[in-house]
């Protein structure tokens, strides 16, 4: 059964599951979960080692997207709750700082846009710079499309890693957004490549797709074969097309846990928006011992997470070392 | 008159609009949405009219 082709070809040999094996996963029954949980755990061990990479991230530009994704309650196209905000540099270190404070080693500057326009560039340039010379963290960037200009700038800049989210299967990806196309996640992945900053790619789970659309998603990444991979859950936010959808169920959330280190048996995976309304504290603990090798602690671009110490207390209770600087440079 | 600060609106009954993980959205002394920012470790909400 496929838990046992798993743990010959991926935990063994390190070759991760392929689509169709990753979908076999994806329909264990509920008393399964627990051994899919327990091989993640193993294979994460075995391919990716004991530490765990922290990470904070902030807004740098809030709301007033011109985008229409379906799940973001920063989409200008929306009624939300949320107002345009922008962080003014201070307020980015300061932030940066309380970041690194946590023993985090990764800091990551968000703005809410389709792609970095110059007056976001200058304050991408200023923010960055500030942080590099005041605190001992990396910076990675997540400012959308990038142009090939923008992309050597920030790499010139110092910046380690550029998060773009493929967000969905290139299959449901026209369910999700309408403004700009899956193939243009891609090329601005390509480029980021291109261009020697590590790449970042997550996507959110929920958002009305299929099992064989996770699988196919899990198999895009595999293809991608990006350094990170951030694991959203759909929070449902007021105001968007998606704020009718359920929460994706904790054992659903947990079976794509499992699943998609089994698919990515080397990539760092790493718990992001969304887990404490699916999983709740315990989810927190069985994604850490079921495959995750990363967190996001504290709060999100326009959401509350966690007490960071509560994370770093159930990783210090796991015996799992938080990565250190020195290790990620 | 006091405000959601979830939603905004003036009547009462809104206790599930503010969710334990969202920061305050509107102001509950003039209902207008509020310029939130979500920081790492804590948030800063202010209400482009009234005083904080
Ligand atoms: S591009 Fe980013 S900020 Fe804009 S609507 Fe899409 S997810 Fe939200």
Known sequence: MILDIAREQVLERGVGLDEAQTLEVLRLPDERVDDALELA?????????????????????????????????????FETPVRAVRLDIPSLVEAARQTAATGATEFCIVAAVR?????????VREGVKAIHDNVEINV???????????????????????????????????????????????????????MGMEVCCGGIIGMGETLEQRAELAAQFAALNPDEVPLNFLDPRPGTP???????????????????RLALPRTILRFAGGRELTLGDLGARQGMVGGINAVIVGNYLTTLGRDPQEDLDLL???????????KTL | MSFCPGCG????????????????????????????????????????????
Not at chain 1, 242 to 260: C, K, N, Q, S, Y
Not at chain 2, 34 to 51: E, F, N, S, W
């Open chain 1, 41 to 77: 755990h193993e294979v994460r061990m075995r391919h990716c080692g004991p530490e765990v990479e922290v990470e904070g991230i902030v807004s740098i530009k809030t709301g007033g997207c011109p985008e229409d994704c379906h799940f973001c309650s920063q989409s200008g196209r």
């Open chain 1, 115 to 123: 792609g970095p326009d110059e007056r976001l560039m200058a304050q």
């Open chain 1, 140 to 194: 990675a960037c997540s400012l959308g499309i990038l142009t090939r200009e923008q992309g050597e700038e920030l790499r010139d800049l110092g910046v380690h890693r550029y998060n773009h989210n493929l967000e969905t299967a290139r299959s449901h990806f026209g369910h999700v957004v309408t403004t700009h196309t899956w193939e243009e996640r891609w090329e601005t992945l390509q480029l980021v490549r291109e």
């Open chain 1, 242 to 260: 998606f704020a009718g959808l359920e929460p994706v169920p904790a054992m659903d959330a947990l079976r794509t846990i499992a699943a998609f």
């Open chain 1, 316 to 326: 210090a209770e796991l015996s799992m070392p938080v990565k250190e600087l020195s």
């Open chain 2, 9 to 52: 609106k003036s009547d009462a009954g809104h206790e599930s609009c503010v969710r334990p993980l969202d920061p305050p959205r509107f102001c509950i002394h003039c209902g207008r949405k509020l310029k939130v920012q979500v920081l790492p470790t804590g948030y800063v909400a202010t209400c482009v009219r009234c005083p904080t």
